[in-house]
């Protein structure tokens, strides 16, 4: 009988307990980081690089030269390592459509590469690219760190119709999209490093 009392008390003292318990769980909880998307050491997705990649782009940080027209955005981000360190002097080469879905083919138009810096930063100015048919809006990017294997893989945009039709899109790729001081799109690559 003695025991069969210990565990209503146990029980009651439990449900009364429970609500002040999962308050300052989900208290503590709130006042964390969130933990950085790196840390799980898993590396940003491979993609194809598609038909259209060309060997030896120009270094550049924009993309928007004489006759190119578009709407400008900003692409922005780190390359860091499966440990959450930035990587410097990783490569970062884009190439991508014009805002008629066309791929320049003959010269280096919308493709260029660049390097981070210490931080392992990257800034690139560009357009928003055009809809190429069977695929929905992307970029092409590659990324290297220095003596590493390379990362080939594309960039998607939030919310557009077209990418539940694309067979290749990948929801892991979408850019962080600003409108705040004109379009920016966010991206940081985790790499082997």
């Not at 884009?94 to 083919?105: E, I």
């Amino acid at each position: 009988m003695k025991a069969k009392g210990l565990t209503r008390r146990w029980f009651l003292a439990a449900v009364a307990t429970a609500p002040l318990l999962w308050y300052f769980a989900k208290a503590f909880a709130a006042a964390l980081d969130p933990t950085p998307a790196c840390a799980n050491g898993v590396e940003t997705p491979e993609q194809t690089p598609g038909p259209f990649f060309k060997p030896r782009s120009p270094e550049r940080r924009s993309l928007r030269e004489a006759g190119v027209q578009g709407t400008p955005i900003v692409l922005e981000g780190i390359v860091r390592s499966t440990r959450c360190q930035p990587v410097a002097g990783a490569l970062v080469d884009f190439w991508q459509a014009d805002a008629s879905g066309h791929y320049d083919n003959e010269g280096y138009r919308l493709r260029g590469h660049q390097f981070t810096d210490a931080d392992g930063k990257y800034r690139l100015e560009t357009i928003v690219p055009g809809l190429y048919p069977g695929r929905t809006r992307h970029f092409h990017v590659r990324v290297q760190a220095p003596h590493r294997s390379l990362l080939t893989t594309q960039l998607y945009f939030p919310g557009e119709p077209e990418n539940r039709r694309d067979g290749i899109f990948n929801p892991k790729l979408l850019l962080d999209l600003s409108e705040a001081g004109g379009r920016t799109g966010r991206f940081d690559f985790v790499v082997d490093a």
